[in-house]
């Protein structure tokens, strides 16, 4: 990190030291043996190659396998297209979301929770009428809804204070179900 002139420079030493290439022994003529690097490959098989090819469980195997069936009508995948689609579909949904061009019965996530929200308060079917087209959403659609999905909310008598050994303080509660309480006369 940080720039090159604030580390230390680096100077190798211009010979020599005295005990480079002490560990290996030089030859009493004075010359060294030159290794030559092992062939990767040979032009005739070795032994290891005969007896590996010979392997009876690699065989076993590659039977149990069988022969490659190649699917000649597959498309071919490429994430530019899948990350393309992506953001196509994505910017659909946000279109179909907004407010300027509002699609009935479709609500972001946020606007769904505030919806729900709001929904705890309402008073009477008109109000929650008015909710919900506030919301473009039908009421009928609003109320099955609300049947399996609702904001959290805190049960407050059952709000516990407690303090642990290091001081720290914690609040736990339970959360409840809340519906609004509807007069059924419409007003």
Avoid at 50 to 76: C, I, T, W, Y
Avoid at 98 to 107: A, D, G, V
Avoid at 122 to 143: F, G, M, R, W
Avoid at 153 to 165: G, H, M, P, W, Y
Wanted: charged fraction near 30%.
């Amino acid at each position: 990190m940080g720039s090159s002139s604030s580390k230390a420079a680096r100077k190798l030493p211009k010979e020599t030291p005295s005990w480079a290439g002490s560990r290996t022994p030089l030859k009493p003529d004075g010359a060294q043996e030159t290794r030559r690097p092992r062939p990767l490959a040979f032009e005739n098989k070795s032994d290891a190659v005969e007896a590996d090819a010979k392997d009876p469980q690699f065989m076993f195997k590659l039977n149990q396998l069988g022969p490659v069936r190649v699917d000649h009508h597959m498309r071919s995948v490429r994430p530019a297209d899948y990350a393309q689609q992506m953001h196509r579909s994505r910017l659909q949904s946000e279109m179909e979301a907004s407010p300027s061009r509002s699609t009935r019965n479709r609500l972001l996530a946020s606007s769904l929770s505030e919806l729900l929200e709001s929904r705890k308060t309402v008073k009477s079917q008109a109000e929650l009428q008015a909710l919900a087209e506030q919301y473009h959403i039908d009421v009928t659609k609003l109320n099955e809804l609300a049947k399996f999905v609702n904001t959290p909310s805190i049960d407050e008598s059952t709000i516990v204070k407690s303090t642990n050994q290091e001081g720290e303080e914690t609040l736990t509660m339970m959360a409840r179900w809340v519906d609004p309480n509807l007069k059924r006369n419409g007003g």
